[in-house]
C-alpha cells in the first residue's frame, strides 16, 4: 500500500510538512463522553475511498458495515454494489468479486493505478490516477471507452466516486471537472467545469440531492440542477448533504449550511478546529476534528454538543449512522447536541 496512487500520498505529505510547524488546534471548554456509543470492530483502517474503508486484515468496511470478503494481499476497497465488489492494486488490476461466494470473477488490467470506480448493471465507470477514465462491461469483458483528461501534478487525498444517472456516467476528474457520459453515445462527452486551480483540484465529493448534482473540489461547490449551475467558493475540508440542505465545513474550522441555491443559511465557527470527517442525516449533523473534538450539532446549527472520542490516530470513516475510528465504531444516532 506505500506506494499506491504516489501522487495522492505526495499530496498529502506536503500538505503535513507546511502546516505542521504552525498548526493551532481546538481546544473546547468542555466535552462529553461518547462511550455508550462505541464498541470494537476488531481491526484498522489502511485506506480510504469515499465509498469505504480498506482494513489491515485485507476485509473492507462498506454501506453496510464491516465485510468478511478478503480482497487479496495488496487491494484496496474502491465500492460495492448489491452483487459485487470493486478492488484495486498498485499494478493497476481491477479486481471484481462476486458476493455471494467472495470469489474474484474477473481481474482487468488498467496499467495504471485506480483513484476511483463505480459498478451498475455490470458497467463499470473509472478514473485512474493519471486522470484517465473510462467504462468497462463485465459481460463481454471488454473497455467501452477510454479516454485521458489534463495532466494533473498534485491531488488532494479525498477523491469523489464515478456515479450513475439513469444512462449516464459522471466522472469525477482529478483537474476540476467532471465529465459525463452517455453510454449509448461514450465519445460525445459533456464536460462540467467546478474550479480551475493548478494544484489540488480535483473533484473530492459527488452526490445527488433531489434531482440535482451537488459537487466541490477542495475550493469550490456546485450544484447542477433545474436552475442551471450555482456555486460557492470555499476552503473545502468536507461535504455532506441531507434534506436540510448541502453542508460545508471548511479548513478554518466553519460550518455552513448552505441551500440549493448555495445561499448560505446559517454558520458555526469552531476555532481551529480541523475536519477529518463528516456526515448530516435525520435533524443533526456532524463534524470529527482530527484532535478527538466529535462535534453534534442541529441541523440549523443552532445547537451543539461536544464529545472527546480521542485523537485520530488512523484515518477515519463515516457511512451510514457509523464512524469507524482506530478500531472503534461509534453510533452518532445516540449522540445527541442537548
Known amino acids: 500500500m506505500k506506494?499506491?496512487?504516489?501522487?495522492?500520498?505526495?499530496?498529502?505529505?506536503?500538505?503535513?510538512?507546511?502546516?505542521?510547524?504552525?498548526?493551532?488546534?481546538?481546544t473546547p471548554e468542555q466535552t462529553y463522553s461518547a462511550s455508550k456509543a462505541e464498541r470494537s470492530f476488531g481491526s484498522s483502517i489502511v485506506d480510504l475511498s469515499r465509498d469505504g474503508?480498506?482494513?489491515?486484515?485485507?476485509?473492507?468496511?462498506?454501506?453496510?458495515?464491516?465485510?468478511n470478503i478478503d480482497l487479496g494481499e495488496g487491494y484496496r476497497f474502491l465500492s460495492e454494489n448489491e452483487n459485487y465488489v470493486l478492488a484495486g492494486n498498485p499494478e493497476g488490476v481491477l479486481k471484481i468479486i462476486e458476493k455471494r461466494s467472495g470469489e474474484p470473477v474477473r481481474a482487468v488490467a488498467?496499467?495504471?493505478?485506480?483513484?476511483?470506480?463505480?459498478i451498475d448493471r455490470g458497467i463499470i465507470a473509472y478514473v485512474l490516477n493519471n486522470n484517465t477514465f473510462g467504462i468497462y462491461q463485465i459481460a463481454d469483458n471488454r473497455k467501452v471507452m477510454e479516454n485521458r483528461s489534463?495532466?494533473?501534478?498534485?491531488i488532494d487525498t479525498r477523491a469523489a466516486t464515478p456515479m450513475f444517472v439513469d444512462n449516464l456516467a459522471v466522472m469525477p476528474m482529478l483537474d476540476g471537472k467532471l465529465i459525463i457520459v452517455d453510454g449509448s453515445n461514450p465519445e460525445n462527452a459533456k464536460v462540467v467545469y467546478i474550479s480551475s486551480a493548478k494544484y489540488f483540484n480535483n473533484v473530492i465529493f459527488l452526490a445527488r440531492l433531489g434531482d440535482a448534482m451537488?459537487?466541490?473540489?477542495?475550493?469550490?461547490?456546485?450544484?447542477?440542477?433545474?436552475?442551471?449551475?450555482?456555486?460557492?467558493?470555499?476552503n473545502i475540508s468536507e461535504v455532506a448533504v441531507s434534506k436540510a440542505g448541502i453542508y460545508l465545513f471548511t479548513k478554518e474550522g466553519e460550518v455552513i449550511r448552505l441551500d440549493l441555491g448555495l445561499r448560505p443559511i446559517a454558520k458555526k465557527k469552531f476555532k481551529f478546529a480541523h475536519f477529518s470527517a463528516a456526515t448530516a442525516f435525520g435533524d443533526r449533523v456532524y463534524a470529527l476534528d482530527q484532535q478527538g473534538s466529535l462535534i453534534v450539532l442541529s441541523s440549523d446549527l443552532g445547537k451543539y454538543k461536544i464529545y472527546?472520542?480521542?485523537?485520530?490516530?488512523?484515518?477515519?470513516?463515516?457511512?451510514?449512522?457509523?464512524?469507524?475510528k482506530d478500531g472503534r465504531v461509534i453510533e452518532l444516532s445516540q449522540l445527541g447536541y442537548e
Open 3 to 26: 506506494h499506491y496512487l504516489s501522487l495522492t500520498l505526495t499530496a498529502a505529505t506536503a500538505v503535513l510538512f507546511l502546516g505542521c510547524s504552525s498548526k493551532q488546534y481546538f
Open 53 to 67: 474503508a480498506t482494513l489491515s486484515n485485507g476485509h473492507y468496511i462498506g454501506k453496510n458495515g464491516v465485510s
Open 110 to 118: 488498467l496499467h495504471v493505478p485506480i483513484v476511483s470506480a463505480k
Open 150 to 154: 489534463e495532466r494533473t501534478y498534485a
Open 214 to 234: 451537488v459537487a466541490a473540489t477542495p475550493k469550490k461547490v456546485i450544484v447542477l440542477g433545474n436552475g442551471g449551475k450555482k456555486e460557492y467558493a470555499a
Open 308 to 324: 472527546d472520542v480521542g485523537a485520530v490516530d488512523e484515518p477515519a470513516f463515516i457511512t451510514g449512522t457509523k464512524l469507524y
